[in-house]
Structure formats: structure tokens, C-alpha cells
């Protein structure tokens, strides 16, 4: 009786090492790709903050040409 209940508990801390490690795997990986999503984020952010300040942005994200129509109707396009 001994002898099984001692192969039960080696058995459940076998099986619990092999759970924690496979967490950890598992989290650590987790990590990494929420670290790399943040740093493309980042960069997004900072290229659309470079693009703004230049004033490229508008043109950029909406279209050269919808965006021109848009300024003749209402009045806001430059004299060329």
C-alpha cells in the first residue's frame, strides 16, 4: 500500500513538472509575440507621426485624387 501511494506521488510532481515546464514554454512565448506586436506598434505609430508632420498623411491614407476632389467642392484647394 505504501509502495503505490509513493509511485502516486512520483507520478502527480512528474506530471506537474511537465505542466510547469510546458507553461512556461508556453508563456514565454506568449511574451515574446506581445513584445514583438508592441514594437511594430511602435513603429507604426511613429511613421504615421512622421507622415503627419510632414503633411504627407492625409494624402497617404485617403488617396491623392478622392482627397482633391474633396478640397475643389468645398473650396480649399491652392491656386496653382
Not at 15 to 36: E, V
Not at 71 to 78: K, S, T, V
Amino acid at each position: 500500500m505504501d509502495l503505490l501511494a509513493d509511485l502516486l506521488l512520483v507520478t502527480h510532481a512528474i506530471a506537474g513538472a511537465i505542466f510547469a515546464s510546458i507553461y512556461l514554454t508556453i508563456a514565454s512565448r506568449f511574451d515574446q509575440r506581445i513584445k514583438a506586436l508592441e514594437y511594430d506598434f511602435d513603429i507604426l505609430v511613429h511613421s504615421l507621426d512622421v507622415l503627419v508632420e510632414n503633411g504627407a498623411a492625409t494624402r497617404t491614407l485617403v488617396g491623392a485624387r478622392p482627397l482633391a476632389a474633396l478640397e475643389r467642392e468645398l473650396g480649399l484647394a491652392e491656386a496653382a
